[in-house]
């Protein structure tokens, strides 16, 4: 078990971390505002955190 999760760890601290790269580095948001979109992706830390700020939060450029 553990050869498949650490991987799966790996991508989801990356995913993580480029989260809140983005939402450190960016203005403008879709929905919410920065202290919103932080606090979603640290307490939803496990894939779905990033993924709902990617898909919601993320302003297109």
């Known amino acids: 078990?553990?050869?498949f999760?650490?991987?799966?760890i790996i991508v989801q601290f990356g995913l993580l971390f480029y989260t809140l790269?983005?939402?450190l580095t960016h203005k403008?948001?879709?929905?919410?505002?920065?202290?919103l979109w932080l606090?979603?992706?640290l307490i939803g830390?496990?894939?779905v955190g990033p993924v709902l700020y990617f898909i919601f939060g993320k302003e297109d450029a």
């Open 39 to 41: 606090v979603v992706a």
């Open 28 to 35: 403008t948001y879709k929905r919410g505002s920065r202290a």
């Open 1 to 3: 078990m553990l050869p």
């Open 21 to 23: 790269y983005h939402i």
């Open 5 to 8: 999760l650490i991987p799966l």
């Open 45 to 47: 830390m496990e894939f």
